[in-house]
């Protein structure tokens, strides 16, 4: 296991080496949650890298990885812990069978651990002391308030409360990492404890080492233009712009198809990796993605 960073500058190596850009604010933010121990809740939109945060952190410290993927309707049962009822039902009956009916002694029993089913945050508050794990919440506000109620005690406390056994608290708090993509206000009284942190859509030049990095085989000019396009994507009104995770994609793509540069005809028949709507996709055949086209050779042949 690797140890923690002692500073901004080695958070900002250690994601460097995990071939993950990040720019000096989020480097600070990541090294201060990992130095005061405080949960870093991540807000932005899809698609900028916010959960690869904790997949690096997780590998480039040497420390498991637990992700809890939030949806509509997730609940305790689903995300701490619940009892394998059906396992229960075959004790009772095979204690009822061999005379056992101490009601005390088979409460006892089937509400110990053996037959506990450990959900991803009672796992990670459990993992074992010196490696901790990190703990993705991912996509946070999908759930309901009421479930964001649920995680104080955790946050606060890195602990649990389940009612057949009692608190269960962490040896070693794991590291937290929390995402939203802001469909929805988290409430202040979770977010009071972490760290935030906006994650924005990168400045061209980090988006293209993201590139050059992330589609190591894509030509050169190629990669220049796809970023600029991208760039300028993000200005106009779109109902989803693309995120990193979709520039990567596309830069695949068009390597996939022998592309050496951008044309029409490329962008064209490969829109869909980019731009998930199909409003947003006849906007820019209707002759949007020309324009932009153009504009990008006459700026990088201006700058070269």
Same mark, same amino acid.
């Given at each position: ?169 962490? $040896? ?16 202040? $009284? ?112 201006? $700058?070269?």
């Amino acid at each position: 296991m690797t140890k923690s960073p002692a500073s901004i500058d080695e958070t900002a190596d250690l994601l460097d080496k995990a071939n993950y850009v990040a720019d000096r604010a989020l480097a600070t933010v990541v090294f201060l949650s990992l130095r005061m121990g405080r949960p870093l809740f991540l807000e932005g939109e899809a698609g900028v890298g916010k959960t690869e945060i904790a997949k690096v952190l997780a590998s480039a410290l040497g420390r498991p990885l637990i992700r809890l993927q939030c949806y509509e309707g997730l609940d305790v049962s689903s995300a701490l812990y619940e009892w394998n009822y059906a396992a229960q039902m075959i004790e009772i009956r095979m204690r009822e069978a061999s005379g056992d009916i101490s009601r005390d002694a088979m409460r006892s029993e089937i509400f110990s651990e053996r037959f506990l089913i450990r959900r991803p945050i009672l796992q990670a508050l459990e993992g074992e002391a010196g490696r901790a794990p990190v703990l993705l919440i991912d996509e946070l506000d999908r759930t309901d308030e009421a479930f964001e109620a649920f995680l104080l005690e955790i946050l606060s406390d890195n602990q649990v409360t389940i009612p057949e056994l009692g608190t269960i608290k962490a $040896a070693e708090p794991p590291i937290v990492i929390i995402t939203t993509n802001r469909t929805r206000e988290i409430h202040d $009284a979770l977010k009071r404890r972490c760290l935030y942190h906006w994650v924005d859509y990168p400045e061209a030049e980090r988006e293209l080492t993201i590139v050059q990095r992330k589609a190591p085989t894509a030509n050169a000019e190629l990669a220049a233009e796809l970023v600029a396009f991208v760039q300028k994507l993000r200005k106009i009104d779109l109902f989803k712009a693309p995120g990193v995770a979709e520039t990567i994609d596309w830069a695949n793509a068009l390597t996939e198809l022998n592309a050496v540069a951008l044309d029409p005809s490329h962008i064209s028949d490969t829109l869909g990796v980019l731009l998930k709507y199909q409003d947003d996709i006849q906007r820019l055949e209707r002759g949007e993605s020309r324009q932009i086209l153009d504009e990008v050779k006459r700026e990088l042949t201006r $700058a070269s």
